[in-house]
């Protein structure tokens, strides 16, 4: 298998061009950095020889954002072509994508798009998370979407959806805190009820971020997945919640628009290492 060893159960940061040199000079305390596997498909240049110097000393986690998994189109297999080049070149400790489309014939989206929960769309994106784990050689990562409308046709929660897609193809999940509260909010659903009752054994990364607020026609208070600021207080009163479910896993902070320096995203991370850290404590007294 081409990944390296798993994540380790730390907190880490995505990977920013603006912070390379800072990052290099200074190596601060952190458990992995996750690149967009879409920003190293070059051939070479600046971004490659940046990141073979930081993989020198972290951990490398490979996050897809192109492989439009939940499309019913086939999957595109110059992009898997690209992707198992990154995954033999850099062997990242993890490889994730989403559960979401973003292609219509020729045409590509620049979003992440949801889909109805059908047995149909099961079939899809099951043949797909296999295609995808047969062409690159490891157990990929499936993340759970944000979402801002529901399908009519839709007969089977996103719950048993994800917890479907984890048994019949053995991947694994990647439980995204933020999508959670974006998607639950929209749909007056509660967040924490949706933790309580995801699939937390096949969970092997957790994503934080920072969302936007506005309303929707009817006044009705609507959350934007915009990775464009600091992790929500409700955001990280449900991650911590999340911990006591799943105990200390690799958790990363996303923060790709509006990107601040450094010294502000690194502090959102040593939050997020600490709540690690009491989870680690509470693990080990529960076992003396």
């Not at 990363?252 to 010294?263: Q, S, T």
């Given at each position: 298998?081409?990944l390296?060893?798993?994540?380790?159960?730390?907190?880490g940061?995505?990977?920013?061009p603006e912070?390379?040199?800072?990052i290099l000079?200074h190596?601060?305390?952190l458990?992995f950095f996750?690149?967009?596997?879409?920003n190293?498909?070059?051939?070479?240049?600046?971004?490659?020889?940046?990141?073979?110097?930081?993989?020198a000393h972290?951990?490398?986690?490979?996050?897809?954002?192109?492989?439009?998994?939940?499309?019913?189109?086939?999957?595109?297999?110059?992009?898997?072509?690209r992707?198992?080049?990154?995954?033999d070149?850099?062997?990242?400790?993890?490889?994730?994508?989403?559960?979401?489309?973003?292609?219509?014939d020729?045409?590509?989206?620049?979003d992440?798009?949801?889909?109805?929960?059908?047995?149909k769309?099961?079939?899809?994106?099951c043949?797909?998370?296999?295609?995808?784990q047969?062409?690159l050689?490891?157990?990929?990562?499936?993340?759970?979407?944000?979402?801002?409308?529901l399908?009519?046709?839709?007969?089977?929660?996103?719950i048993?959806?994800?917890?479907?897609?984890?048994q019949?193809?053995?991947?694994?999940?990647l439980?995204?805190?933020?999508?959670?509260?974006?998607?639950?909010?929209?749909?007056?659903?509660?967040?924490?009820?949706?933790?309580?009752?995801?699939?937390?054994?096949?969970?092997?990364?957790?994503?934080?971020?920072?969302?936007?607020?506005?309303?929707d026609?009817?006044?009705?208070?609507l959350?934007?997945?915009?990775?464009?600021?600091?992790?929500?207080?409700?955001?990280?009163?449900?991650?911590?919640?999340?911990?006591?479910?799943?105990?200390?896993?690799?958790?990363?902070v996303?923060?790709?628009?509006?990107?601040?320096?450094?010294?502000t995203?690194?502090?959102?991370?040593?939050?997020a290492?600490a709540?690690?850290d009491?989870?680690?404590?509470?693990e080990?007294?529960?076992?003396?």
């Amino acid at each position: 298998m081409p990944l390296s060893a798993p994540l380790p159960n730390r907190a880490g940061l995505g990977l920013k061009p603006e912070h390379y040199a800072q990052i290099l000079e200074h190596k601060p305390e952190l458990g992995f950095f996750e690149v967009h596997a879409e920003n190293y498909m070059g051939a070479g240049g600046p971004p490659h020889r940046y990141l073979e110097a930081i993989c020198a000393h972290y951990p490398l986690s490979l996050h897809g954002v192109g492989l439009s998994i939940g499309g019913e189109k086939p999957l595109d297999k110059e992009h898997l072509k690209r992707l198992r080049f990154l995954i033999d070149k850099y062997s990242p400790a993890s490889f994730s994508e989403h559960l979401a489309w973003s292609t219509h014939d020729t045409g590509y989206f620049n979003d992440l798009l949801p889909l109805p929960y059908t047995p149909k769309t099961l079939d899809q994106v099951c043949a797909h998370v296999s295609q995808v784990q047969d062409a690159l050689g490891v157990r990929m990562l499936l993340e759970n979407p944000s979402t801002y409308v529901l399908f009519e046709e839709s007969t089977i929660d996103e719950i048993d959806f994800m917890a479907a897609i984890a048994q019949r193809t053995g991947c694994g999940l990647l439980l995204d805190v933020n999508n959670v509260m974006v998607s639950a909010v929209n749909h007056k659903r509660d967040p924490f009820a949706y933790v309580e009752a995801y699939p937390i054994d096949e969970v092997g990364e957790i994503h934080l971020a920072g969302y936007d607020e506005t309303e929707d026609s009817a006044g009705e208070r609507l959350l934007i997945d915009a990775h464009g600021s600091a992790i929500r207080p409700d955001v990280f009163e449900l991650f911590l919640f999340t911990l006591k479910r799943t105990g200390p896993k690799p958790v990363l902070v996303e923060w790709d628009n509006d990107v601040p320096d450094f010294d502000t995203l690194y502090a959102e991370s040593r939050r997020a290492q600490a709540a690690l850290d009491a989870a680690a404590g509470r693990e080990m007294r529960a076992a003396q």
